[in-house]
Every structure is written in structure tokens, then in C-alpha cells.
């Protein structure tokens, strides 16, 4: 190791010292180019973060499999009675769709706290740059990161006998996007306030289980308990799963009693609520859940 | 050397002009006018004054605790001073922080690399962050990259790297942007003497290259020497500001000390001939000269009597931090950290009652 350290180029410029020449650079006053130029290197960053990270890609993903397939096929016959001859794996399959994207976009916004364990959030912080950038540039990283995760998921489709449609997987990946920038802000949101690493993983984990469990990626959203009805209604994650679901059943082969049982819609005092409100839902959450880490980040020293 | 001097001057006169817009004297590159900072009931900074002109390469030295990062968080835009008011490359380091963020770089006393990232990756992302133009950012980093001798190393990721290689690293990334003034706090902290001693060669030839002021902390006395000027800081306050040949020769006279045969005869010897007045310390016979290397020649030709050894020495920093501080910096390490201890245990006290 000592001999790396010992700095050769010194010796050398001291040799030819002509031969370094002075670049002289400057820096612009800020602009919506420049910013642009931040939010896009930001993002390139996380992008560039996890292709170096294979790990990552495989961890984040055992969890959803593990649901999707041992879950999935280990209840399969208990639950065949009430799922008109689906498959439970096909049911859940639009779930974890969803909890996929999820769990990675949480892992995403997680950097924001290794970043400032590591200090490289610093570097961020003194650049002539708006905080907003940073915080835009981290958000749409995490969440292009967690739409190719999903897209993995994706691949799975006719594993579990969803066809290989061309406007459902659009139909999908784009639903999985929305769903992955407003999961990364939430994290985000939650990440600026926690300094150390180990205290986001217990809040994450606080919150992310009862989200999953709660949004009916693994059961109908109807005829549900009271208490549990309204926990449902309140899980923003219910709103990413439900049009997820309605889309992927419009494409499958199967029966209207099978559609009406494990596909009901999510309602709002009996008013069906439309997929399209379902996904403005989504997306406004996360705008509302951008603006907030974009204050809170611009408040820290 | 002189060739290098009168670059330092042209450069000098080509930025001057830039810096009319700022406050405080035209051409300081950093302008300090009673800049206070307190946390609380802790006052980190009680109002401090200084200047340091464009070019220089200028130190603050102090013991932890002295208040020098805060001070240099200050001048960053990176926190806000409680009072007062500083500019940096021409601009309010609070009304303008973006123009004064567009003009300076920096190294903490912090890592804040990405590990994950290679070294060349490392300093595109700040060209980036920085919008320095596409076309240059290139040969920048080949420049700023062989000089801190990483250029071969360029695609290893950085946390193959050892402490002095991302030290030099992050060195080279404050100056990706051409910053006018390059904060560096404690920059060879924890590093072994002889990465020391080239992350110094780095920052001479800087000088020597670029029209760039540095501005340091450290707490190494032997390192304050190579600055230009330095101002000793201690409890918050500025105690001395000058080149460190003035502060020590402030101090006062250089330490001769000679071995004779008969100690008493030197003595009264030296009271006779030079008038001084000379003592016996630790066996050996010491005494003060304003110059003693200049003295030694007239000390063997007109004492008239055998001298066995004589040895100079002048007076360091230590004594200079010494005279004015009436402790030693190690000593004062010591206490402000048990004072700090005692803040932190009242401020406990007081949060559970």
C-alpha cells in the first residue's frame, strides 16, 4: 500500500514542468440550464450507484419472489375455493408488482442518510446549486432504479400465466414509475430528518410491512373489517395496487364471478373510485411528499 | 524562485480588478469585518477582523476548539455568522452565497468522496454540480489529477483508496472548478509526514500555477510555516496576525547556547565584551541574541576563550503561541476539550430537567 501512496507525479511535473498546462475553467451564475445540469447528474448517480451495486438488485427482490411464488403456492389450496379457479399467484402477482417497486425505491431514498454518514452529502450541499435540485435529481434516481426492478418483476408475467401484452407491460411500467417517484419522495421526505443508517432501517421497516400488508396486495379490498377498510383506505400503496390489478385482470381469460371476487375496485363510500383518480392520488402524494423534503432540505444548515 | 514570485504578482494585478465589487478593500480576496458566531449560550467566534489579499496563502492556527472551522464555515456560506459580515472573492458570504459558492473550493476535515464512484467519476459529478463548460471539464481533471500525482489511478474506485490518496483526491476536486479561493481545513490531518509534506508541494505549486488564494486551518505548528501569513486563534478571537518570521521575531531573540570549560569565566566574559547577560540552564551556558547566527562568528572571534559546541536556535511558533496565549497548544487542546465535556454535561443536565 505504501508504495501507491507515494505521490510519483510531483517528481514528474517537476521534470517537464511545461507539460502541465493550466486549464482554466469557470463556473456560470446559476440557471435553469445549470440546474437541469444537477438534477441530471444527481440522478445519474444513483443510477450509476446501482449498477455497481449487483447485490442490491438481487436483495431487493427476494422478498417479493418470496411472497409471489412460496406464499403464492403455499395457500394456493386453502384459498382455491374462493378464487374461481385463478391461480392465488396470478392474484397476488399485481401486488407484488408493486411491493417490488417499492422495497427498492425505500433503498433508494436510504442513500440520502449513507450520503450523509459518508459526507458526500456536503459535496451536494456547498455546490452553487438549489437544494430542490438535489432533492428532484435523488428522487427521480430512486425511482428510475426502483421502474427497472420493477421491470425485472415484470419479465416474471408469464410465470404466472399473465400474458406478454404490449399495452398492459406499458400499462404497468407506467403505473410502477408513478409509483416508484412518489415512494422514493416519501423516503426521501422521511431520510433527510435520520442521521444514522440503522435508525432509517427500523423506521423503513416500521413502515413499509404494515403498508404492504394493509394495501390489499395480498387480498381483495372488500368485505374487510371496518377498522381494516379504513386502514386500507388511507394506505396510499391500496391506490398503486388496485389499478395495477384492474389493468392486469382486463388481460386475463377468466370468468366475470373470478373479476368480480378478486378484482372489486377500491370505493369511497360505495363510490368506485376511477383507476385514473386512483393514479392522480399517487402522484399528488408524492409532489406533496417532494415539497416537503425539498423544505426540509433546504432548512438544514 | 523569483520567476515564480513575479507570477504571483502578475497575477495578482489580472484579478484585482475583478474584486472592486465586493466589500472591504478592492483586491482582498477575503474580508472579515467583527464576525461573530454563537450555538447557543456557546460563543464559537467572538468577533473577528482580517484581510488576506489575493495570492496569499494564509493559515489559521489554533487548537481544536478555537473556533477556525466555524470561522471557515462561515466564509463557505455554510453557516450563518451571528453578526458581522465577510466576502469572499468579492461577494457577502450572505447576501450573494451562490456567487460566493460559484468562487471557492473546498476540502473539509471530513472525507466527502463517494466511495462507490471512481476518482474520475468523483470529480465529473462536481464539474457537473458546478456546471463548468462540457468541452473543458476533460482536460481539467487530466491537469488537477496529475498534480496531485492520481491521474494514473483515475478509474480505480475510491474506496480502494488509502487516507492520503483521497486526501490529494479531494484536494484536486475543490479545484476542478478553478476556484479564486481554496478553503482547506486541517488538510493533512492524521496523514503520515511524508504525504504532509507533498500535499504541501501541491499547494505551492498551485500558487505558482494559478491565480489562487488559499486560505488554511491547521493546528500543526510546523505546517504554519509555509503559509504567507497566519493568524493565531485561540478561545474564539484572533490573539496575532503576521508572517510567521514576524510573529516569531515579536517574540523576541534567538537561543544561543554554548559549552565552555569554565562556565563562570564565559559568563563575565560574555557580560564584558557583548554585554549580555547570560545564565546556566540544564548545565550549559544560555543566552538571548537578536540574531545568533550572525552573532556566532563575533561570539569565537572576540570571547577570548574556548567554546567546545555552540548551538542556535530560534524561536518557533510554539513560543509564539506561547507568548501569546500563556500556554501551549497541547496544553490548550486539553482544556477546551474538558471544557467542552462540561458544556456537553450541563446541556445534558439541563435537557432532562
Redesign the interface.
Known amino acids: 500500500?505504501s508504495t501507491?501512496?507515494?505521490?510519483?507525479?510531483?517528481a514528474?511535473?517537476q521534470a517537464a514542468p511545461d507539460e502541465?498546462?493550466?486549464?482554466?475553467?469557470?463556473?456560470?451564475?446559476?440557471s435553469l440550464?445549470?440546474e437541469l445540469?444537477?438534477i441530471?447528474?444527481?440522478w445519474r448517480?444513483e443510477l450509476?450507484?446501482y449498477a455497481?451495486?449487483r447485490l442490491r438488485m438481487v436483495t431487493t427482490l427476494v422478498q417479493p419472489l418470496l411472497f409471489l411464488f412460496v406464499l403464492g403456492s403455499g395457500l394456493q389450496r386453502l384459498a382455491s375455493a374462493g378464487t374461481h379457479g385463478v391461480s392465488l399467484r396470478t392474484f397476488i402477482y399485481p401486488g407484488i408488482l408493486c411491493i417490488a417497486v417499492m422495497f427498492t425505491a425505500m433503498f433508494s431514498a436510504a442513500s440520502i442518510v449513507w450520503?450523509r454518514e459518508?459526507?458526500?452529502l456536503?459535496?451536494?450541499?456547498?455546490?452553487?446549486?438549489r437544494r430542490s435540485s438535489i432533492v428532484i435529481g435523488k428522487c427521480l434516481g430512486g425511482a428510475t432504479v426502483a421502474g427497472i426492478q420493477g421491470v425485472i418483476v415484470l419479465c416474471l408475467a408469464g410465470l404466472v400465466n399473465v400474458p406478454y401484452d404490449p399495452a398492459l407491460l406499458l400499462g404497468v411500467f407506467g403505473l410502477q414509475l408513478l409509483l416508484a417517484f412518489s415512494i422514493t419522495a416519501f423516503g426521501v421526505m422521511v431520510a433527510i430528518r435520520i442521521k444514522q443508517m440503522q435508525s432509517f432501517m427500523g423506521v423503513m421497516q416500521m413502515i413499509v410491512t404494515p403498508m404492504f400488508f394493509i394495501s390489499g396486495a395480498l387480498f381483495p379490498a372488500n368485505g374487510l373489517p371496518g377498522w381494516l377498510t379504513v386502514l386500507n383506505r388511507i394506505d396510499p400503496l391500496t391506490y398503486a395496487v388496485d389499478p395495477m390489478r384492474r389493468l392486469v385482470f382486463s388481460h386475463l381469460n377468466i370468468s366475470a364471478a373470478a373479476k368480480r371476487a378478486l378484482d372489486p375496485g377500491v370505493t369511497w363510500w360505495g363510490w368506485h373510485v376511477p383507476a385514473v383518480l386512483e393514479g392522480a392520488v399517487i402522484v399528488a402524494l408524492g409532489l406533496v411528499m417532494l415539497a416537503i423534503a425539498i423544505w426540509e432540505f433546504s432548512a438544514t444548515? | 524562485m523569483t520567476k515564480a514570485l513575479s507570477n504571483v504578482q502578475r497575477q495578482v494585478s489580472a484579478t484585482s480588478e475583478d474584486n472592486h465589487r465586493g466589500a472591504g478593500t478592492p483586491g482582498a480576496a477575503i474580508s472579515v469585518q467583527g464576525l461573530v458566531k454563537r450555538f447557543g449560550e456557546l460563543e464559537a467566534v467572538r468577533g473577528v477582523d482580517f484581510e488576506v489579499a489575493t495570492g496569499e496563502v494564509f493559515g489559521f492556527l489554533g487548537p481544536n476548539g478555537a473556533g477556525k472551522t466555524t470561522t471557515i464555515n462561515m466564509l463557505?456560506?455554510?453557516?450563518?455568522p451571528t453578526a458581522g459580515a465577510a466576502s469572499v472573492a468579492g461577494h457577502d458570504v450572505v447576501r450573494e452565497r451562490?456567487?460566493v459558492?460559484?468562487?471557492i473550493g473546498?476540502v473539509?476535515q471530513?472525507?466527502?468522496?463517494?466511495?462507490?464512484?471512481t476518482a474520475a467519476?468523483n470529480l465529473?459529478?462536481?464539474?457537473?454540480?458546478?456546471?463548468?463548460?462540457s468541452d473543458?471539464?476533460a482536460?481539467?481533471m487530466?491537469?488537477v489529477m496529475?498534480?496531485?500525482?492520481?491521474?494514473?489511478?483515475r478509474d480505480a474506485?475510491v474506496a480502494t483508496f488509502?487516507g492520503?490518496?483521497r486526501r490529494?483526491l479531494e484536494i484536486a476536486?475543490g479545484l476542478?472548478?478553478?476556484p479564486r479561493v481554496l478553503f482547506l481545513d486541517e488538510p493533512t490531518i492524521g496523514l503520515d509526514p511524508?504525504?504532509r509534506r507533498?500535499i504541501w508541494?501541491?499547494i505551492r505549486?498551485l500558487k505558482q500555477?494559478?491565480e489562487i488564494t488559499i486560505f488554511m486551518t491547521t493546528h500543526y505548528m510546523d505546517e504554519a510555516e509555509w503559509c504567507d501569513r497566519i493568524a493565531i486563534m485561540d478561545n474564539g478571537k484572533i490573539v496575532a496576525l503576521d508572517a510567521p518570521e514576524a510573529l516569531k521575531a515579536q517574540v523576541g531573540k534567538d537561543r544561543v547556547t554554548i559549552d565552555t570549560d569554565d562556565d563562570d569565566a564565559a559568563i563575565a566574559a560574555l557580560s564584558d565584551r557583548f554585554g549580555i547577560e547570560a545564565k546556566v540552564a540544564e548545565g550549559r551556558v544560555t543566552f538571548g541574541v537578536p540574531a545568533g547566527e550572525e552573532f556566532v562568528p563575533r561570539l569565537f572571534a572576540e570571547l577570548g576563550m574556548p567554546i567546545r559546541s555552540v548551538s542556535v536556535s530560534r524561536p518557533t511558533l510554539d513560543d509564539v503561541f506561547m507568548a501569546y496565549t500563556g500556554t501551549t497548544i497541547r496544553d490548550r487542546e486539553e482544556d477546551s476539550s474538558k471544557h467542552r465535556n462540561r458544556v456537553m454535561m450541563q446541556m445534558m443536565h439541563g435537557g432532562r430537567r
Not at chain 1, 456536503?122 to 446549486?129: K, L, S
Open positions: 500500500m501507491t501512496d507515494t505521490p510519483p507525479a510531483l514528474a511535473s502541465l498546462e493550466v486549464v482554466r475553467v469557470s463556473v456560470p451564475k446559476r440550464a445549470s445540469r444537477a441530471r447528474i444527481v448517480r450509476m450507484r455497481n451495486d450520503d459518508f459526507g458526500f456536503r459535496e451536494m450541499m456547498v455546490a452553487p446549486v444548515e | 463557505c456560506t455554510l453557516a450563518k451562490d456567487d459558492r460559484r468562487h473546498l473539509f471530513d472525507p466527502t468522496l463517494d466511495g462507490y464512484l467519476q465529473k459529478l462536481h464539474a457537473e454540480l458546478y456546471g463548468v463548460q473543458l471539464v482536460p481539467r487530466r491537469q496529475t498534480m496531485v500525482g492520481l491521474w494514473e489511478r474506485p488509502s492520503g490518496m490529494r476536486r476542478m472548478h478553478s511524508q504525504t507533498s508541494s501541491y505549486e500555477r494559478e
